[in-house]
């Protein structure tokens, strides 16, 4: 099976059509992540200062409501986030189609994941730490950034990792309705076209994607763990 | 130095801290101690404003404190040390810049810090670890990081919650040891919190003894062991007193016992001794039992030997 016949097809698909999907997908995915760990950043660090009862500066009326609208936009499928923000999107961007109209929903999507995940990441540093930075004077601002964000460093890298791998998902999904990219590759030019060269092809790129992500990641979570 | 007045805080029904006052005096090591619930850390928490309190007041120099995130709150804070049964430091820290933490976050020249840092370091015998990381450290040097960090800032006050309590006892006392040597060579004021009635006997000269937010009783230590208060006896385990006689001497006293019985051809047991502070001045305390009719002659005895002592009370009255 494997002939050279089989290789110059191979090729032939992977230079015409599947490599400048791999590179759609890596762009959809660095942009869509540069503004979910952006804005996530910014809201968790919020959401841990105005957490009820873990916060540094407890505040239900802030917390409330964040918490409310990530919760309700993570509990959407993501298929279904995307047709809902198709009108919005086609109004911001003109169009609903190609890589600029995925990141919308792809962002809207992943912010609220990542923002709960940095968060989380963040309470779990031991409270007794937080406590001995104000028994030295420290305000809310000096102890959310050397004790809360310097000691959760490890556990915000792998949820980051969690999250950029989240988002390679969620892109192939978005290539459904448009976006371009491998997920879209593999639907339209293989399975439904039952190019079984084309769909596989994609699929373990992909995996091989995954799997050099989760590995940069656990590189990086190391390193961090010691200063 | 420290003035407690009438402070009191409730979580809902239960009162955690009832109008309590108290003063402690500038250079003093004061031991707080009591059953778990007593309080004991509730108050030592208030007293850097880590926790509110319902009514009542608390100044350290005169200076009010309070929980407040304002700089006048915090500045009143940072003239107080604390450190902490589980250390506290922070793990991708190493020893340098554990120690140098507070210093950083408040902003000080980088000359400034790496001198006060360097001199800390070395007064806690920790020169070898000062690239260190803590999960790297034993559990004593970590409570002397925790030491030296909690002295950067120049603070009046060093207050220790159950600082020993997770150390095995030659650490706990090395630890000891250490505060009391501090004490000495800056003069400044300790508050230790504990549960063990060893960390009082070893380094306080002043206690204060808390039962269900109430205090039971305070006052020098020596005081407090010799009329042994009920509240002590209840924290030793309650055991019952047969001494009638309370007895402190030093450890170059000799022959004081053996020397009263030739003397007064008495009988005498000795119930209980405790020791009292660390090397030098360490003294013991006898809790004894003599005849009932000798009591009154080997107490005259005693003192005209220049000894400390008095009759226990049978059921002491609480109050010192």
């Given at each position: 099976?494997?002939?050279s016949?089989?290789?110059?097809?191979?090729m032939?698909?992977?230079?015409?059509?599947?490599?400048?999907?791999?590179?759609?997908?890596?762009?959809?995915?660095?942009?869509?992540?540069?503004?979910?760990?952006?804005?996530?950043?910014?809201?968790?660090c919020?959401?841990?200062?105005?957490?009820?009862?873990?916060?540094?500066?407890?505040?239900?009326?802030?917390?409330?409501?964040?918490?409310?609208?990530?919760?309700?936009?993570?509990?959407?499928?993501?298929?279904?986030?995307?047709?809902?923000?198709?009108?919005?999107?086609?109004?911001?961007?003109?169009?609903?189609?190609?890589?600029?109209?995925?990141?919308?929903?792809?962002?809207?999507?992943?912010?609220?994941?990542?923002?709960?995940?940095?968060?989380?990441?963040?309470?779990e540093?031991?409270?007794?730490?937080?406590?001995?930075?104000?028994?030295?004077?420290?305000?809310?601002?000096?102890?959310?950034?050397?004790?809360?964000?310097?000691?959760?460093?490890?556990?915000?890298?792998?949820?980051?990792?969690?999250?950029?791998?989240?988002?390679?998902?969620?892109?192939?999904?978005?290539?459904?309705?448009?976006?371009?990219?491998?997920?879209?590759?593999?639907?339209?030019?293989?399975?439904?076209?039952?190019?079984?060269?084309?769909l596989?092809?994609?699929?373990?790129?992909?995996?091989?994607i995954?799997?050099?992500?989760?590995l940069?990641?656990?590189?990086?979570?190391?390193r961090?763990?010691?200063? | 130095?420290?003035?407690?007045?009438?402070?009191?805080?409730?979580?809902?029904?239960?009162?955690?801290?009832?109008?309590?006052?108290?003063?402690?005096?500038?250079?003093?090591?004061?031991?707080?101690?009591?059953?778990?619930?007593?309080?004991?850390?509730?108050?030592?928490?208030?007293?850097?404003?880590?926790?509110?309190?319902?009514?009542?007041?608390?100044?350290?120099?005169?200076?009010?404190?309070?929980?407040?995130?304002?700089?006048?709150?915090?500045?009143?804070?940072?003239?107080?040390?604390?450190v902490?049964?589980?250390?506290?430091?922070?793990?991708?820290l190493?020893?340098?810049?554990?120690?140098?933490?507070?210093?950083?976050?408040?902003?000080?020249?980088?000359?400034?810090?790496?001198?006060?840092?360097?001199?800390?370091?070395?007064?806690?015998?920790?020169?070898?670890?000062?690239?260190?990381?803590?999960?790297?450290?034993?559990?004593?040097?970590?409570?002397?990081?925790?030491?030296?960090?909690?002295?950067?800032?120049?603070?009046?006050?060093?207050?220790?919650?159950?600082?020993?309590?997770?150390?095995?006892?030659?650490?706990?006392?090395?630890?000891?040891?250490?505060?009391?040597?501090?004490?000495?060579?800056?003069?400044i004021?300790?508050?230790?919190?504990?549960?063990?009635l060893?960390?009082?006997r070893?380094?306080?000269?002043?206690?204060?003894?808390?039962?269900?937010?109430?205090?039971?009783?305070?006052?020098?230590?020596?005081?407090?062991?010799?009329?042994?208060?009920?509240?002590?006896?209840?924290?030793?385990?309650?055991?019952?007193?047969h001494?009638?006689?309370?007895?402190?001497?030093?450890?170059?006293?000799?022959?004081?016992?053996?020397?009263?019985?030739?003397?007064?051809?008495?009988?005498?047991?000795?119930?209980?001794?405790?020791?009292?502070?660390?090397?030098?001045?360490?003294?013991?305390h006898?809790?004894?039992?003599?005849?009932?009719?000798?009591?009154?002659?080997?107490?005259?005895?005693?003192?005209?030997?220049?000894?400390?002592?008095?009759?226990?009370?049978?059921?002491?009255?609480?109050?010192?």
């Amino acid at each position: 099976m494997f002939n050279s016949e089989f290789w110059d097809v191979w090729m032939r698909y992977f230079n015409q059509l599947i490599a400048p999907a791999i590179l759609v997908t890596l762009r959809l995915v660095a942009v869509t992540m540069l503004i979910c760990v952006v804005c996530g950043f910014g809201l968790a660090c919020l959401m841990v200062l105005t957490h009820p009862s873990k916060g540094l500066h407890p505040n239900k009326k802030i917390y409330t409501p964040i918490s409310v609208v990530a919760n309700s936009i993570r509990s959407f499928p993501f298929v279904l986030l995307i047709v809902t923000l198709a009108p919005i999107t086609r109004f911001i961007l003109g169009t609903m189609i190609g890589e600029a109209a995925a990141i919308l929903p792809l962002s809207v999507g992943g912010i609220p994941f990542v923002a709960r995940l940095l968060e989380n990441a963040m309470l779990e540093v031991n409270p007794q730490l937080i406590e001995m930075a104000r028994s030295f004077g420290l305000s809310n601002r000096e102890i959310l950034v050397r004790v809360i964000l310097k000691e959760s460093v490890p556990a915000i890298v792998n949820s980051v990792t969690l999250a950029t791998i989240n988002c390679v998902g969620s892109t192939a999904m978005a290539g459904a309705v448009g976006a371009g990219g491998l997920g879209s590759v593999a639907l339209n030019y293989g399975f439904y076209s039952f190019n079984d060269l084309v769909l596989y092809t994609s699929v373990i790129i992909t995996l091989i994607i995954v799997q050099l992500i989760q590995l940069a990641g656990s590189l990086l979570y190391h390193r961090c763990l010691r200063k | 130095m420290i003035q407690i007045e009438n402070l009191s805080k409730r979580y809902g029904e239960l009162e955690v801290l009832n109008t309590m006052s108290l003063h402690i005096q500038k250079g003093s090591i004061f031991g707080i101690i009591g059953q778990s619930g007593a309080g004991k850390s509730t108050l030592l928490r208030c007293i850097n404003g880590l926790e509110t309190f319902d009514s009542g007041r608390i100044l350290v120099d005169g200076i009010q404190i309070s929980t407040g995130n304002d700089r006048q709150a915090r500045e009143a804070r940072r003239e107080i040390g604390m450190v902490f049964q589980n250390f506290s430091l922070l793990d991708r820290l190493n020893v340098y810049d554990n120690v140098a933490f507070p210093m950083k976050s408040w902003g000080y020249k980088k000359k400034e810090i790496d001198e006060r840092v360097r001199e800390l370091i070395g007064l806690v015998d920790l020169n070898d670890k000062i690239s260190a990381f803590p999960p790297y450290l034993s559990g004593g040097q970590k409570q002397r990081v925790a030491i030296a960090r909690a002295l950067t800032m120049q603070p009046k006050v060093l207050l220790c919650d159950e600082a020993t309590s997770a150390l095995d006892p030659r650490t706990a006392e090395s630890i000891l040891n250490l505060l009391k040597e501090i004490n000495e060579k800056t003069g400044i004021t300790i508050i230790v919190v504990a549960h063990q009635l060893s960390v009082i006997r070893n380094i306080c000269t002043h206690m204060a003894i808390l039962e269900d937010g109430h205090l039971a009783c305070h006052g020098a230590t020596t005081e407090i062991f010799m009329q042994a208060p009920a509240a002590l006896r209840r924290l030793q385990g309650n055991r019952e007193n047969h001494a009638n006689l309370s007895v402190l001497f030093c450890e170059q006293d000799q022959f004081v016992f053996s020397r009263m019985v030739r003397d007064l051809e008495t009988d005498f047991d000795i119930m209980d001794i405790q020791h009292l502070g660390m090397g030098k001045e360490a003294q013991i305390h006898y809790s004894i039992r003599v005849p009932e009719e000798k009591l009154d002659t080997c107490l005259s005895w005693l003192r005209k030997k220049g000894i400390y002592c008095q009759t226990v009370e049978k059921e002491g009255a609480d109050s010192v």
